[in-house]
């Protein structure tokens, strides 16, 4: 396989966008991609585009053909498809166009992510995110995504002692990391008691262990490493792309305290990129909700099993400490469009990686992205290094 | 890049499946292709899965994943996701499983294809397949996908003479073809005064030149040469697998009695696979409109620009002629599950060169997969041969 870099990165401001619209917001992210690379319009080959959504909430599939040609592309005949697993389709979009151009297929590659979430209302919106979950075994009985992780929460504090407190720990952090953030969708900081005393949702879940509903995109621009090095002087490496599939219904699961998928895309990264948690200096997770986060900082290594509340309290997950958390300021926080997810984790990396956040910039050499659907029942990993 | 070769196909007869769910279907195709592999479902380590509508139309996204568990391989701690690319979402997976498999990520991968239609009122999936032409700027207006097609068939009659009944030979070539095949969901042979005299769809195009709601699945298992030839001693060759991207919206192009990225995928198809139009022996070409399959011989090079008419009126498309045209009955005649289709086409060409069709058998050693999104705006192909 090729090496495959980074050369340009771009992303829209995370929030309510009532003046733009999908394409906008695409085609902004994507635009500002190309100008960080340093590259033109007419260099991109091939599209691959993380949506998961448009279909049901705006009436629009076949959205990578359809924002190739709104972006003015289509005088390049490049190759345009959408990618979808759920709330990780940006970090399939990336898997795909890591493929596409390790395997020599393309050269100059688009991985984007967009979603568009606020033109419908909440309750919509909350049923097509339902459709992540299984439709037939879950939701027809019931089930959201804050109820099937609130069993998750409750099951974790039941089987380790993990405290409500805890877990409000992580919401906390990011918060504090999204008000540095110009990108964030919420930039107020936030207490444990706040988070404990909001809204409940799903006992234990309230308001504040849940990512918000967020428009926004954000795209890379990959390229083989040799060529890379034409267009930038800090391209930033993909040492590992990885994926791993779990029981989609929380009840076919032996544990769900943990999530296989997790751990086995995490054990094939760390393998891929001849590194250990202790390497990874600054970690995006998937923190949807506050017990998503805690599970994956164990499932990755970062906590043993058990320990994630532990290790969250003690400072673990503080800017500069054992591994910079979300300084992004997370999906919580930074906000949580889901298509566009996945690949703005990357984006945020690869600026703490330049040394040119406009936010909190912690230090480190090298960073993980951890971005999954449903209830970590999809997972994509990508470690990025500076080379 | 690795050679890379399809060891399994499998697929479920395309029709109106009511006692059948969008799993059901796709499993039943994944199995077939698992055991006409030889593999166990076990050695499966990605799936690459093509769909259009669920989340749409059955509420369903995050397709992959819930397949892969509901065919009981989350076991494999597989990858898994969906592409979609409107009605060439088939044809866009086989791509991506291509890339997987070339790039070295990936030996033994699923490409699958599933759509469930009549799960909804044909009102509905009309909207549904809608979706894949320009929502703002084509459907706003009224523009479904068979007036979409009148007007490119009103235009090229219009430009270059082409006949009412020159067009009408294709469906009629279609289910003549179709009523060999087991597979097919309409078997009925139609004469060139019964398509005229249909129900009128969107002039010139009556019901008979439209292609129908289907339910259906097809999958292939992909493999590098090097392992194929352990599990089969007829692997097929994937010599060329290509995408181009058109503008979407008709009102866009210069000239809409052809599809630039008909003529961009297949010149990248003949040169990556080092073959010309006259050594294409079977041909599998996405007729939802007979319109679409006379533009789709032109822009491949099987007649030149304007005269796909007569081509067809002097038997240019007959079995063993110049071209075997879809053995299968083609889209018209076989069916159009959507997110199937693509890799549908690509099953029929292998049982073809393996001279194992249980339908209309015809000759040849070399055979191309044409699968498009929208009006020919999204293309993708593959060229297969015998080894």
């Given amino acids: 396989m090729r090496e495959v870099a980074i050369i340009g990165v771009g992303q829209t401001k995370y929030g309510e966008h ?22 033109s319009g007419k260099d991109i080959q091939a599209i691959f585009g993380g949506n998961m959504s448009a279909g049901t909430v705006v009436g629009q599939d076949h959205v990578a053909a359809i ?20 709330c990780a389709s940006g970090g399939a979009a990336l898997h795909t166009g890591y493929m596409a151009v390790a395997s020599g297929m393309y050269d100059i590659v688009l991985v984007g992510g967009v979603e568009k979430m606020t033109d419908v209302s909440s309750e919509s919106m909350t049923d097509a995110l339902a459709s992540a979950a299984d439709r037939e075994w879950e939701v027809f009985f019931g089930a959201t995504f804050p109820s099937l992780g609130a ?8 089987q380790y002692g993990t405290t409500r407190e805890q877990l409000a720990m992580i919401p906390v952090q990011c918060h504090e990391n999204a008000s540095y953030n110009p990108y964030a969708q919420l930039r107020n900081r936030i207490t444990v008691e706040q988070v404990i005393n909001a809204p409940m949702v799903a006992d234990p879940l309230t308001l504040l262990d849940c990512s918000p509903m967020s428009d926004g995109a954000a795209a890379v621009i990959l390229a083989p490493m040799e060529i890379a090095k034409k267009y930038t002087d800090t391209p930033i490496k993909i040492s590992a792309s990885t994926a791993a599939t779990e029981y989609v219904s929380l009840h076919s699961r032996e544990d769900i305290t943990t999530s296989r998928a997790n751990v086995v895309a995490a054990r094939r990264a760390y393998k891929m990129a001849k590194k250990e948690p202790k390497d990874i200096d600054i970690l995006e997770v998937h923190d949807a909700f506050s017990i998503i986060a805690l599970i994956a900082l164990e499932d990755l290594g970062f906590a043993p099993k058990g320990q994630g509340g532990r290790f969250v309290e003690e400072g673990g997950i503080a800017p500069n400490s054992d591994v910079s958390f979300n300084p992004s300021g997370g999906l919580k926080a930074k906000g949580h469009p ?50």
Avoid: P, Y
């Fill in 18 to 39: 009532w003046t733009k619209s999908l394409r906008d917001l695409a085609v902004e992210a994507g635009l500002k991609a190309v100008e960080d690379a340093g590259i």
């Fill in 338 to 387: 889901v298509g566009a997810t996945g690949v703005g984790q990357v984006v945020e990396i690869v600026h703490q990686l330049r040394k040119e956040s406009k936010g909190l910039q912690v230090d480190g050499e090298v960073g993980m992205a951890h971005n999954v659907g449903g209830t970590a029942s999809t997972v994509f990993i990508h470690i990025l290094e500076v080379v």
């Fill in 151 to 158: 069993m998750m929460a409750r099951r974790h504090m039941h």
């Fill in 67 to 86: 924002l190739a040609d709104f972006a003015g592309l289509i005088g390049n005949d490049l190759a345009a498809m959408r990618v979808e697993s759920a």
